[in-house]
């Protein structure tokens, strides 16, 4: 689901969907982005949050800013890493050729950071625990496809691994931050959709 109206997209959106749902969403994004505080990429499942009001989403926008929310993906990747942890520090920025794409080798790159864990693994595919540290378009994809090991499903990135799968195999975890009024530290997590579920037994992990 695309996460709020664009160019293509004016009708089944999240925000399309917030609106049916709460009389009142923050009016800080605009027409266009009422609510919305972060994004997920259309293909990537998860958890994400929306403010209701100004003050919570200026607050929320405070947290993310300032890196105190803990993101945690899972990804299902190509391959075996060559190491069971590590922390990859590669700015990114636009692929100076290819638009659509991001890429590490950009001379306009910001600072991105991204740690991982692996939990599972075989010669053919490994399940990815990846904390964000940064939030960067493409963050997680592109540092992985920098590894040698894109993620399954990934149609702009390894777009010949991804026929076997219906999207990237990408899943936002883990969402921490705190509660924007009391200041009480919140943790939610979403369920792996059948579809992640399918290809991590499609991989044999």
Not at 40 to 50: N, R
Not at 111 to 132: D, F, I, M, P
């Amino acid at each position: 689901m695309t996460v709020h109206p664009g160019a293509g997209h004016r009708a089944h959106t999240l925000v399309n969907a917030l609106l049916h749902h709460c009389s009142m969403l923050s009016g800080i994004g605009g027409k266009e982005r009422p609510g919305i505080v972060h994004r997920l990429d259309k293909d990537t499942s998860g958890c994400l949050v929306a403010a209701k009001n100004d003050v919570a989403h200026r607050e929320l926008s405070r947290q993310f800013a300032a890196r105190t929310v803990e993101k945690i993906y899972l990804a299902l990747v190509a391959g075996k890493l060559r190491k069971e942890t590590g922390i990859i520090e590669n700015k990114i920025g636009r692929h100076p050729v290819h638009r659509q794409r991001m890429s590490v080798s950009s001379v306009r790159g910001r600072v991105a950071k991204t740690e991982y864990r692996v939990l599972r693994s075989s010669e053919q595919a490994s399940l990815v625990e990846c904390t964000l540290h940064s939030g960067r378009t493409h963050q997680i994809r592109v540092h992985l496809h920098h590894l040698g090991n894109p993620v399954l499903g990934d149609k702009i990135y390894a777009p010949r691994l991804a026929k076997d799968f219906p999207r990237q195999m990408l899943h936002a975890w883990k969402l921490g931050f705190r509660h924007p009024r009391t200041g009480e530290w919140k943790n939610f997590e979403a369920p792996l959709p059948d579809d992640f579920k399918h290809a991590i037994a499609l991989m044999g992990l």
